[in-house]
């Protein structure tokens, strides 16, 4: 991991087309501007991990529903 030190009105370049400015800085919060080209997808982690975690919920659900249907077919 790259840890970087900015104020604000700096900012940062990431690969080819991605700029992270520091746009404010205040009472522990750092607001970001991020301009990046529109086939780059920009989500937050804890959104992400969101995602991750319900879809996990729901295939599990899922493959618990499966296993029950297989149990009343395998009785007939």
């Not at 700029?19 to 404010?24: A, D, K, L, N, R």
């Not at 501007?33 to 319900?54: M, N």
Request: glycine residues 6%; positive net charge.
């Amino acid at each position: 991991m790259l840890v970087l030190t900015r104020k604000k009105g700096e900012s940062l370049i990431i690969g080819e087309g991605v700029e992270i400015t520091i746009v404010e800085i205040s009472e522990g919060k750092v607001r970001l501007a991020i301009d990046a080209p529109r086939e780059v997808q920009i989500i937050r982690s804890e959104v992400k991990k969101g995602i991750e975690d319900e879809n996990k919920s729901a295939s599990s659900a899922a493959a618990i529903d499966q296993l029950k249907k297989l149990k009343k077919t395998s009785k007939k």
